[in-house]
DNA sequence: GGGTTTC
DNA sequence: GAAACCCAACGCCGG
DNA sequence: CCGGCG
């Protein structure tokens, strides 16, 4: 790892023994577990974790409840048999008051007394002389619940059980702590030993020529570096990996600590762990200058994640935060040290204190350096996909304002674009003003926008490009907009948002194998688009699938850390759901996870709408269109804004099975979905006709069924069929998002209008039931923005579990009965079929003005 | 079903 | 500490 | 203008 000391780095220079991988930790049975150290070390500890106090547990009607007595933990080290350590809060807000420890169980972190049956061991956090450590533990087991009279439950707990097996090391790199920066791994002796180095710091200041002087860390000017392209190396120069965060001076004066951004603005709140941290360093005052991050699951600084980390306000989060995502500040210089103002010292004189002033491990680092070969150390740090290197002259003294001592060496990159766009040209300018990109996107499954790049042409590639782009125009956008948190999809590919509020013309064009480009750029910025780039040239050989985003610039792949893990925590799996036939909340689940495949072209990209049942079809229950917050990160969601009311909604958006299988968790039985798909809200895939039959008899529904299908084929257009599961047909009629939700909308209308007046006796388009008098219902109302369908293979709360199912039109006779297609029998059928018969709706492509006139013409 | 607010 | 609460929306109809 | 409907 190459941040605080540059151990690694030295060794690799002097092929020296590679470095011990990080991150591999191993774990045996009975609580032993080995914490690593920072820089490639690792030390073992056997320890041994107890309660003191006993653990209540669960109390009405639910959620955890913590026995006050719970305050310590006992830990056994080989040299220490007993040291206790205080919990530090760290749970979410809610039924367990302040002060408890969490837990890691089944991928996420829980409150430890979370009666998860059978949960037999974790991950453990918890606090020991002011340094955050975790390990795998094995502690106690669920034996069972029991319930009290007055309904309260009670979690019984056994004694560890020696054979208890420990938890398998999950692989979630996106709730994986960062390996450093919340590790000790120190002995309480090595702890110890930092603290004694301070004597040695204090008679060196002072003998020293630093003047006895108070410096004001609220209004110190701060040093400042210039930039430049080049590396380079010079007599008396260090030079220092730079660090992708905020300049943070963090300060203490007696018990206060204060922590302020390079403007001024007071952070002490933000940052706990740092305000902590530095407040138990033994030292009376001091200030200190260095760049706050917060470090990923491979322990590179996530500009991204201290940028959410930023944003937190209420102090609950941020406490939570300062654990998940806990921030850590490289600090880079020493300010002042009791009383002395170090300003006037060289810049390695103050950094050779420094560096005996903070311990080795914790939130606050050292930020080490070399003193030589400035070029070579710059290839590394961008090999290692770090923002780029500082260079400093080491006689410097701290003249807190822009200085050319420091100059700061940004990375460059390159990369592999997919062409998606373009605007035109403004002033002398030809062919066009600037490309539009975007990157392949696995996960995805499609392009996602990266941003414009309007510089590095000559005029034969404008001109060229500009011709071949025009060749290929549409409509929408064939990307996505680039990330969950940044703004809607549409406003982020909308003009104002792409100009920074300027309106320009923008061209949109169907991407191709041959419309790749390499672009260099500086970096990524948090909304995943380029900043700087510069375009270097056509590729004709890379196929858009292989234009992926690469973080780390060059040759780092191998290293990169796993993509989140999708694992889904089933909860109440025999919950009762479908009481008369018994199935279960598990049985729900295994469906959907079973049948994900067929019904996954119907989910993926569209906007969801749950109706959940978390009691089951007799339970009370809600529909719901905002994700909860509680969703995992990598359950996708889309913002939308209701275009009438201006108010936004977060969906879901099922891509996968995983996602399925979550929302179905929630006791989500059925799934709505809108008919247009997230690159083209306005135009929907299909126009739904709803025959709804209320006291009508089903005869009749399979009547009109047929005729609107014999009228469809009259106009040639297909038609498709699905049942509702409750008790009517959905017609779906292809649209090929050829057609705005309007004019949808009309289609369906006339249809209906024309049906009823076919067989007056038996259709009707009256929306009060009183007054249908006994006829179908045909529904076409649903086809609008933000209208819904029940999505095909969707489960109806309903007895016997029916499932929308798509049908065959030689399927719709007489004798078709809804409940024959059920949660059981859906799977077997989809076996069977091997097709699903209703995949054409989104696959046709009709000639709907064709269509149209044929049925004016009918009319 | 899970999180938040009120009692 | 436990119970209550929240979880959508919009046009259209007749009264 | 309101409540019910889907």
Redesign the pocket.
């Known amino acids: 790892m190459p941040h605080g000391n540059l151990d690694a780095y030295r060794r690799k220079r002097s092929s020296e023994a590679t470095p011990e991988p990080m991150g591999s930790r191993t774990t045996a049975a009975g609580g032993r577990f080995v914490v690593q150290k920072h820089a490639a070390r690792r030390v073992h500890f056997d320890l041994r974790l107890e309660l003191e106090g006993t653990l209540k547990s669960w109390?009405?009607?639910?959620?955890p409840?913590?026995d006050?007595d719970v305050k310590r933990l006992a830990v056994a080290t080989e040299d220490h048999p007993l040291e206790y350590a205080d919990f530090e809060g760290s749970i979410?807000?809610?039924?367990y008051?302040a002060g408890a420890m969490i837990v890691w169980d089944s991928g996420r972190w829980v409150p430890l007394e979370d009666p998860v049956a059978g949960m037999e061991s974790g991950k453990l956090l918890f606090e020991l002389h002011g340094y955050k450590l975790r390990g795998v533990w094995t502690l106690f087991r669920t034996a069972g619940r029991r319930r009290s009279s007055?309904?309260?439950q009670w979690l019984l707990m056994k004694k560890p059980d020696a054979a208890a097996r420990p938890s398998e090391e999950s692989g979630d790199a996106e709730d994986e702590l960062p390996p450093e920066s919340v590790l000790s791994g120190l002995t309480v002796e090595e702890l110890r030993d930092g603290c004694d180095r301070i004597e040695e710091v204090r008679a060196g200041i002072e003998a020293s020529d630093a003047p006895r002087r108070r410096v004001d860390p609220r209004s110190l000017p701060l040093m400042l570096a210039t930039a430049s392209d080049r590396p380079f190396s010079r007599a008396g120069w260090i030079y220092e990996l730079k660090y992708d965060g905020y300049r943070l001076v963090a300060a203490k004066e007696g018990g206060s600590v204060f922590l302020r951004y390079r403007r001024g603005g007071d952070v002490t709140a933000l940052y706990p762990e740092l305000a902590r941290a530095l407040r138990r360093l033994p030292v009376e005052s001091i200030v200190l200058d260095g760049e706050v991050t917060v470090l990923d699951g491979g322990g590179r600084p996530s500009f991204a994640r201290l940028q959410t980390r930023a944003l937190l306000n209420r102090p609950v989060d941020i406490e939570q935060a300062s654990v998940r995502r806990p921030a850590t500040l490289f600090a880079f210089d020493l300010v002042s040290f009791e009383g002395h103002d170090l300003r006037p010292l060289p810049l390695l004189e103050r950094k050779g204190w420094l560096a005996r002033v903070l311990p080795p491990a914790g939130p606050l680092r050292y930020s080490d350096h070399i003193e030589e070969r400035g070029e070579e150390f710059f290839e590394q740090a961008v090999a290692m996909g770090l923002e780029g290197t500082m260079a400093k002259d080491g006689a410097s003294r701290y003249t807190g304002r822009r200085s050319s001592s420091w100059v700061k060496l940004r990375a460059e990159r390159t990369g592999d674009f997919a062409i998606v766009g373009m605007s035109s040209p403004k002033g002398s300018r030809v062919g066009l003003g600037s490309l539009h990109l975007a990157v392949w996107d696995a996960a995805v499954g499609g392009l996602v926008y990266a941003g414009r790049v309007g510089t590095g042409f000559d005029d034969a590639t404008l001109a060229e490009l500009a011709e071949r782009l025009s060749a290929r125009r549409r409509k929408e956008p064939p990307c996505w907009a680039p990330s969950a948190e940044g703004p809607a999809v549409e406003a982020a590919l909308s003009d104002a948002h792409l100009l920074g509020g300027r309106v320009a013309d923008q061209t949109w064009v169907e991407p191709d194998d041959e419309l790749v480009c390499e672009v260099r750029f500086k970096e990524w910025t948090p909304h995943g688009l380029l900043r700087h780039p510069v375009f270097l040239r056509l590729r004709d050989d890379k196929p858009i699938e292989d234009c992926v985003r690469r973080d780390e610039p060059r040759g780092r792949e191998a290293t990169l850390p796993a993509p989140p893990e999708r694992r889904v925590e089933i909860?109440?799996k025999s919950?009762v759901f479908w009481p008369d036939e018994g199935y279960t909340?598990g049985d729900l689940i295994d469906f959907y996870a079973a049948i994900s495949e067929a019904m996954q072209p119907y989910l993926t990209d569209r906007p969801l709408v749950m109706t959940?049942y978390?009691?089951g079809i007799e339970g009370?229950s809600?529909?719901?269109?905002?994700a909860?917050?509680?969703a995992p990160d990598w359950l996708h969601k889309v913002r939308l804004t209701?275009p009438?009311?201006g108010?936004d909604?977060e969906y879901f958006v099922c891509q996968n099975r995983e996602s399925l299988v979550y929302v179905a968790?929630?006791?989500a039985i059925v799934l709505h979905v809108w008919s247009s798909r997230l690159h083209q809200l306005g135009q929907p895939d299909w126009c739904i006709l709803?025959l709804?039959p209320?006291d009508a008899p089903f005869e009749d529904v399979i009547e009109i069924a047929l005729a609107i299908r014999r009228l469809c084929h009259k106009i040639k257009l297909s038609s498709f069929v699905k049942t509702s599961g409750s008790s009517g047909l959905h017609v779906l009629l292809p649209l090929g998002g050829a057609c705005t939700w309007e004019q949808s909308r009309s289609l369906g209308q006339l249809i209906a209008q024309i049906i009823c007046r076919q067989l007056p006796e038996i259709a009707t388009v009256t929306?009060?039931?009183e007054?249908r008098g006994g006829k179908v219902y045909i529904?076409f109302?649903q086809n609008g923005r933000?209208r819904?369908l029940v999505a095909p293979f969707s489960v109806r709360p309903l007895p016997a579990a029916p499932v929308s199912t798509p049908l065959r039109w030689s399927e719709v006779k007489p004798g078709l009965d809804l409940r024959d297609h059920n949660i059981r029998t859906v799977p077997e059928r989809l076996k069977k079929l091997k097709t699903d018969p209703l995949r054409g709706v989104l696959t046709e492509q009709p000639d709907l003005l064709a269509a149209l006139r044929r049925l004016s013409e009918l009319v």
């Open positions: 109390a009405v009607p639910r959620g409840s913590l006050p979410p807000a809610g039924n008051g007055d309904g309260s909860t109440n919950k909340k959940r978390p009691d009370k809600f529909f719901q269109k905002n909860p917050d509680f209701s009438r009311t108010k909604i968790n929630l006791a709803d709804d209320k929306r009060n039931p007054r529904d109302v933000g819904l």
